[in-house]
């Protein structure tokens, strides 16, 4: 099943957009030179959505203590973030990125 996340547009490169789906945590795709990524918003180190944070090259900076993850793996990349957070899978389809679900 696929369920709609965003116009591409309205994620322009090097940026980060919150995305709330029904039943789901909250979701927040990356731009990355062209490339969307789909990752779990809510830092594995604490109460703070990687939606308001920068995005550094594949790189995400959590804004409570710039923890970052690589955005493509979820892996945590910088201390104090250890834990990854969850990515999601997404296609692309006329303009539209979409989460893909079993
Ligand atoms: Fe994100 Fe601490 S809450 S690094």
Redesign the pocket.
């Known amino acids: 099943m696929r369920r709609l996340l965003c116009d591409l547009a309205d994620v322009p490169d090097g940026h980060v957009k919150a995305i709330q789906l029904e039943g789901l945590p909250e979701l927040a795709v990356a731009n990355v030179e062209g490339a969307f990524h789909v990752f779990e918003a809510l ?1 594995s ?2 109460a ?1 959505s990687l939606a308001e944070g920068r995005l550094l090259g594949c790189e995400v900076e ?1 804004v ?4 970052r993850f690589d955005v493509t793996t979820g892996k945590a990349t910088r201390r ?2 250890k834990k990854p957070i969850a990515v999601y899978p997404s296609v692309v389809e006329d303009g539209q990125l979409f989460l893909e679900s079993d």
């Open positions: 830092c180190h604490g703070s959590c409570l203590h710039k923890g104090p973030a």
